[in-house]
């Protein structure tokens, strides 16, 4: 029987010690400290933000009993944004011609950004200041709203897009940065996220365009009423709750008790108690 081989020293000549699979943990690196702490320094980011954004409720449940009624009047939204700011302004409409969550009807929303030859063509006859102002000015009607994303709230053409609006007899809303700001100043009202961070504000406003339209499709069925419209019976509000005082339609531009009724509907966490207010 042979004798058995002697254990090979580890660094040997015929070749390195190998390591088991898995028995060593990998050496921190710059990937592993500066990938944490890049995560932690933009979730701290987030959550201040967070602090003062919850005060938005109001705003954005008004603005969404305002869009129902507008909507289901035969009026549209239009929307425009630049660079990050018009992919969440696609978001927004896509989620009204589409839906949110569940089936209903579609609703008339239109980003002027993905008019690309329109948008092209305006650009290089008038100047880029009049990409959407020019559109708004084709397309917008009274009835309409007019809804401006910036996280600066500086942009040159989304405040020209504004001061067309008002002109055309638009009501004109923005979503933006920190204020004041030439936007917002420039529309009738604003939900300004109070944060320096572009990343955070983007956030945020994907996050007021959700529930934008949970807000719309709360009211929805109550304005279709309001229009004289039957709501269709494969509508997503079928089964849920319409509040009576959701029957007549919001006054532009101030709070509103019917809006205000599907608040409670909205923050129901299932349990039927409502979560406290930060």
Known sequence: MAAARPARPAGSATGPARPATGSAAPAAGPAGPAAASVLDAHLAALAAALLPYRRSEELLARWGGELAYRLAAGGRLLVAGNGGSAAEAQHLTAELVGKLRDDREPLSAIALHAETSAL???????????VFARQVRAHG???????????????????????AGRDAGLRCWAFTGPAPNPLADACHDTLAIASPDSQVVQELHLVSTHVLCEYVDRVLPAALAAAGRAVPAASGAAGRAVPPAASAAPAAGGPDA??????????????????EAG
């Open 120 to 130: 092209t063509a305006i650009g290089n006859d008038y100047g880029y200041d009049e």
């Open 141 to 163: 009607r009274p009835d309409d709203i007019l809804l401006l994303m910036s996280t600066s709230g500086v942009s040159a053409n989304l405040v020209a897009a504004a001061h």
């Open 258 to 275: 019917a809006v205000r009724a599907g608040v409670e509907v909205v923050l129901d966490d299932g349990t039927g108690r409502q979560p």
